[in-house]
T-cell receptor, first 118, second 117 residues
Framework: DTGVSQDPRHKITKRGQNVTFRCDPI?????LYWYRQTLGQGPEFLTYFQNEAQLEKSRLLSDRFSAERPKGSFSTLEIQRTEQGDSAMYLCASSIITEAGGAYNEQFFGPGTRLTVL | AQSVTQPDIHITVSEGASLELRCNYS??????LFWYVQSPGQGLQLLLKYFSGDTLVQGIKGFEAEFKRSQSSFNLRKPSVHWSDAAEYFC???????????????FGAGTRLAVHP
């Protein structure tokens, strides 16, 4: 399967613990996005990368959140000192932009990581 | 600020009936508009998109949507619903870039579709 993959699919943790999620985008996709989806809501943008550069961070991304994409391939999203309000589905998406094609291409989404903070 | 409103939280239709899901957006320029579907345990899948041109766009699985600038709407339609269409549907607008294209997506809260046999 060559789609976007995320690991783990489910994570249960206790309040105050740190968690890290991984996203593997579609090969050769140079843009990678993180979104968060809470129950009954649509996804909300968190941050995105173009290659290894983090180009934008939402104000939803408090200083407890950090995202990296060190080699321009996979990305990690870490949450430090988790709180119950962090319980959500964390979605990753990737897309490709080219000089010729511009930034018009579809974002492909992974299945998400469901985080439960007890 | 950009926003997307999906007025209907839940919709129930009978199999074979027609469907229309409403979406209204708030955006200054010509928007990049999308409809995604999310089934349990599945990732979001793109049904269709509108960037420019013909205001009636065709998508996958027999869906279509019509862009109406005067009403700031982008409603999704299907003439005959199948039981497998039961899912959550999200309308989204892409944040435009000066250089062209878009980056982040702004989603509505979604409409959950139930299909009665």
């Amino acid at each position: 399967d060559t789609g976007v993959s995320q690991d783990p699919r489910h994570k249960i943790t206790k309040r105050g613990q740190n968690v890290t999620f991984r996203c593997d985008p579609i090969s050769e996709h140079n843009r990678l996005y993180w979104y968060r989806q809470t129950l009954g809501q649509g996804p909300e943008f968190l941050t995105y990368f173009q290659n290894e550069a983090q180009l934008e961070k939402s104000r939803l991304l408090s200083d407890r959140f950090s995202a990296e994409r060190p080699k321009g391939s996979f990305s990690t999203l870490e949450i430090q000192r988790t709180e119950q309000g962090d319980s959500a589905m964390y979605l990753c998406a990737s897309s490709i932009i080219t000089e010729a094609g511009g930034a018009y291409n579809e974002q492909f989404f992974g299945p998400g990581t469901r985080l439960t903070v007890l | 600020a950009q926003s997307v409103t999906q007025p209907d939280i839940h919709i129930t239709v009978s199999e074979g009936a027609s469907l229309e899901l409403r979406c209204n957006y708030s955006y200054g320029a010509t928007p990049y508009l999308f409809w995604y579907v999310q089934s349990p345990g599945q990732g979001l899948q793109l049904l269709l998109k509108y960037f420019s041109g013909d205001t009636l766009v065709q998508g996958i699985k027999g869906f279509e949507a019509e862009f109406k600038r005067s009403q700031s709407s982008f409603n999704l339609r299907k003439p005959s619903v199948h039981w497998s269409d039961a899912a959550e549907y999200f309308c989204a607008v892409g944040h435009s870039l000066f250089s062209g294209g878009y980056n982040k997506l702004i989603f509505g809260a979604g409409t959950r579709l139930a299909v009665h046999p």
